[in-house]
């Protein structure tokens, strides 16, 4: 049976819902198409959502998971990396910090610029159409793209703030303080709640996001898993 809360396996609940224009798959398992994400995810751990899940890569792609409940691996596939993380859930309410430089709106201009800021700073699986998931802000230094932030993963009442990342020239600042507010308050405008994810050993963004009022909410299984080449 499908889980009660869609917060524990939220790349499906975005693919059966928001982001299923964006999505290859079936019913059982799903996945980003590889240019806007590296997400996949399954209604649940039995044989046959397994089965759905693995069938989704070819020789030598790559598929990543992230999701509450303890990962099992489809049969055929390889770990290619495997890490913790922690979801946090915002305060209602968050004020925005204020700032000399504008917060600005990102789109398709910018969008070379985000993605070498992203490969850059690695906030997490960031791919050339990443960007085109949600909403997205910036701030911009002498013409430079110094910080941005934006929306991931989309489901009914739910919206998760992604992609928060400085620029090493820009650090110090108080731009992800800003940014990460800023998106959460747009998230909330909506009337839906904010939430996102850390990996478990970054403490320095767990503190920022901490100190904005955010609360951990769960814990995050998240492995890379990829099929070999054949041949």
Not at 171 to 185: I, V, Y
Request: proline share 8%; charged share 20%; with cysteine.
């Amino acid at each position: 049976m499908p889980d009660n809360n869609p917060l524990d396996r939220p790349v499906w609940a975005s693919l059966t819902s928001h982001h299923a224009r964006f999505a290859e798959g079936g019913p059982l398992a799903r996945r980003y198409r590889a240019d806007y994400n590296l997400f996949a995810g399954q209604q649940d751990e039995s044989d046959e959502a397994l089965g759905a899940l693995g069938a989704l890569l070819g020789p030598g792609e790559r598929m990543c998971i992230a999701q509450a409940m303890p990962i099992v691996v489809p049969p055929g596939l390889l770990v290619e990396k495997s890490l913790e993380g922690v979801q946090l859930m915002a305060p209602p309410g968050l004020a925005v910090p204020g700032g000399a430089e504008p917060l600005l709106s990102l789109g398709e201009a910018d969008a070379p610029e985000m993605f070498a800021l992203a490969r850059l700073t690695e906030p997490g699986p960031f791919e050339p159409r990443t960007h085109a998931l949600g909403s997205f802000i910036g701030i911009r230094v002498e013409g430079r793209l110094a910080a941005m932030a934006g929306e991931r993963f989309r489901f009914p009442g739910y919206t998760e703030v992604s992609a928060v990342c400085t620029h090493p020239d820009f650090r110090g600042r108080g731009f992800a303080r800003r940014l990460t507010a800023a998106a959460t308050a747009s998230i909330q405008q909506r009337g839906e709640r904010a939430f996102l994810q850390a990996w478990k050993t970054n403490t320095p963004a767990i503190t920022l996001y901490r100190s904005l009022g955010f609360e951990i909410r769960a814990e995050m299984n998240v492995r890379v898993l990829r099929r070999a080449q054949t041949g």
